[in-house]
């Protein structure tokens, strides 16, 4: 079993930057996707990014294409995501989570182990 921590979130003003680090122990990252999803007060969770197994493929949420950019390190079994002109939607609790095979997707039925959170907030 793999343990997903996150890290990197905090208090940012709207414009701003944050780059989000999912770490993990127990077990090798490198053979699966991992996608980061978030969470808004009263809101459903949400996909943000997913990448592949290698980091040769990623996705985007719309809502975030051109302002996130997801990537890993598999040698140091972290993946990161890079949060740029963030806007105070972008407020909520983000999660990452391994997937169950090589690519990611954008339902959170296909992601297997998840961290705990952490939170983003974004004044404006």
């Known amino acids: 079993q793999v343990q997903l921590v996150e890290s990197g979130g905090g208090l940012v003003q709207a414009g701003g930057s944050l780059r989000l680090s999912c770490a993990a122990s127990?077990?090798?990252?490198?053979?699966?996707?991992v996608g980061w999803f978030r969470q808004a007060p009263g809101k459903e969770r949400e996909f943000v990014a997913a990448i592949s197994w290698s980091g040769g493929s990623t996705y985007y949420a719309d809502s975030v294409k051109g302002r996130f950019t997801i990537s890993r390190d598999n040698a140091k079994n972290t993946v990161f995501l890079q949060m740029n002109s963030l806007k105070p939607e972008d407020t909520a609790v983000y999660y990452c989570?391994?997937?169950?095979?090589?690519?990611?997707?954008?339902?959170?039925?296909?992601?297997?182990?998840w961290g705990q959170g952490t939170q983003v907030t974004v004044s404006s």
């Open positions: 989570a391994q997937g169950y095979s090589r690519y990611g997707t954008v339902a959170s039925n296909n992601y297997v182990y």
């Open positions: 127990g077990r090798t990252l490198s053979n699966y996707a």
